[in-house]
Nanobody, 127 residues
């Protein structure tokens, strides 16, 4: 059983930065991709960023970002703490959403492939 828990959301002003956290547990989670998605009322969950596991790699994992977050987001992973951190900078009002992390065996942006989710953390960016 994989469990995930997000934190770090809050109310910020446009241009500010936030670092979210996703703590995960479960024997296989360290070998999985951890992805971040966001959702606003009435809309589908939207991909934000993801990071692969470090299996077979010399670095901490392969990062990948949505076009809307490229240049504004850096995702990292601490395997000792079983935590993934997306650092989001230059936040915009349109970044306002509930942010979720999820686990996937595959390196994929397809929300339907993520089998486990946290409860979400709310980010509000005021103009």
């Amino acid at each position: 059983q994989v469990q995930l828990a997000e934190s770090g959301g809050g109310l910020v002003q446009a241009g500010d930065s936030l670092r979210l956290s996703c703590v995960y547990s479960g024997e296989t989670a360290n070998r999985s991709t951890i992805g971040w998605f966001r959702q606003t009322p009435g809309k589908e969950r939207e991909f934000v960023a993801m990071i692969s596991s470090n299996v077979g790699r010399s670095d901490g994992g392969r990062p990948y970002y949505a076009d809307s977050m490229k240049g504004r987001c850096t995702i990292s992973r601490d395997y000792a703490k079983s935590t993934v951190y997306p650092q989001m900078n230059a936040l915009k009002p349109e970044d306002t959403a509930v942010y979720y992390c999820g686990r996937n065996w595959y390196f994929s942006t397809n929300v339907r492939e993520y089998g486990y989710w946290g409860q979400g953390t709310e980010v509000t960016v005021s103009s």
